[in-house]
Nanobody, 129 residues
Framework: QVQLVESGGGSVQAGGSLRLSCTAS????????MGWFRQIPGKEREGVST???????NYADSAKGRFTVSKDNAKNTLYLQMNSLKPEDTAMYYC???????????????????????WGQGTQVTVSS
């Protein structure tokens, strides 16, 4: 059974930092495109980043320069380090995994979600001004 479990969300003040984790079981993240997404209530889910099996990451413009993705293949865990957080970063954050060796599109492509087969349950990030 495949599970992606996000953790690390919480409430911070603007300018603060959080590190989200996505721990996978039943799939090996090293051979998959891994994505971070976020959703604000009432809005469509949007891509934050996509990371290919070589560890190369593309970021949405909103994340560039502030967010950094890393992964620990030994722990089968993907991370999202978020710095200089803004109130507009407030959202539910999800990680997702593709089928093995799937192409890894940029996170802002309209069809990016179609790449991903497995999704976590999300972790809430709230940034106050």
């Amino acid at each position: 059974q495949v599970q992606l479990v996000e953790s690390g969300g919480g409430s911070v003040q603007a300018g603060g930092s959080l590190r989200l984790s996505c721990t996978a079981s039943g799939v090996t993240i090293s051979s998959r495109c891994m994505g971070w997404f976020r959703q604000i209530p009432g809005k469509e889910r949007e891509g934050v980043s996509t990371t290919d099996n070589n560890g190369s990451t593309n970021y949405a413009d909103s994340a560039k320069g502030r967010f950094t993705v890393s992964k620990d293949n030994a722990k089968n865990t993907l991370y999202l380090q978020m710095n200089s957080l803004k109130p507009e970063d407030t959202a539910m954050y999800y990680c997702a995994a593709s089928p093995r060796f799937a192409r890894c599109p940029r996170p802002t492509l309209p069809s990016v979600e179609a790449t991903f087969r497995y999704w976590g349950q999300g972790t809430q990030v709230t940034v106050s001004s």
